[in-house]
C-alpha cells in the first residue's frame, strides 16, 4: 500500500526503507574511510621509535584514543553486518532504524575519538596548556558542525513537512 499521508513522496513502507538504507549507507561510506584511516594512524603510532618517550599521561591518552577508535569502527561497520545478517528476512525497516542508531552511536564516538586523537598530537606538538585550549575549540567547532547545525535547521524548520520513519511492527504478510 503506497501512501504520503500529506507528506511528501509516494512510497511503501519497503520503498522507504529501501531508500533510507541507500541513504544511510552513503553516509557511512564516507565516515567509514576517515574512520579506517585514523585507526590505521592509531595503530601504527605505538611501532614509532618515539612512542617510547612519551609520558604516562600521553601514554594513557592513547589507549583511551585506542580503545574509543576500535568502539567507533565497531559501530559505523556494524550496521553493514547487521544488514548482512537480516538480508532476506523481510526486516528492512527495523534494519534502518537499528543500523541508524548504531551510526548515530559510532559518529558521537568519532567525536570523542577525534577529540582525544586531537589533543594527543597536540600536547606532544605543543608541550604546553594551549593545546587544551586549542583541543576545547575544535571540539567545539565539532560539535557545532556535526550536531548543533543540523538540530538548529530542524528547529527553524518545524513546520515543514517530515518523512515519517519506518515503524518498528512487524511487515505484513503479502
Known amino acids: 500500500m503506497s501512501t504520503t499521508n ?61 580503545v574509543l577508535g576500535s568502539a567507533t569502527v565497531a559501530a559505523l561497520i556494524g550496521p553493514v553486518t547487521y544488514h548482512r545478517l537480516l538480508t532476506g528476512r523481510r526486516l528492512k525497516p527495523q534494519t534502518v532504524i537499528w543500523a541508524s542508531r548504531m551510526t548515530m ?32 575549540g575544535i571540539a567545539l567547532w565539532f560539535l557545532a558542525c556535526w550536531f548543533v547545525f543540523p538540530v538548529w535547521a530542524l528547529a527553524r524548520n518545524r513546520s515543514g513537512p517530515r518523512e515519517d520513519p519506518p515503524r518498528e511492527d512487524p511487515p505484513s504478510e503479502e
Open 105 to 136: 552511536v559510532g559518529l558521537v564516538l568519532l567525536f570523542f575519538t577525534m577529540c582525544s586523537t586531537l589533543l594527543l598530537i597536540m600536547r606532544v606538538a605543543l608541550h604546553n596548556t594551549f593545546a587544551l585550549w586549542l583541543v576545547g
Open 6 to 66: 500529506g507528506r511528501g513522496r509516494e512510497e511503501t513502507q519497503e520503498q522507504r526503507a529501501d531508500r533510507q538504507w541507500t541513504e544511510l549507507l552513503q553516509e557511512l561510506r564516507v565516515a567509514q574511510t576517515g574512520v579506517q584511516i585514523l585507526f590505521g594512524f592509531l595503530l601504527a603510532v605505538v611501532f614509532q621509535p618515539r612512542f617510547a618517550e612519551l609520558s604516562e599521561v600521553d601514554r594513557d591518552i592513547y589507549v583511551t584514543t585506542v
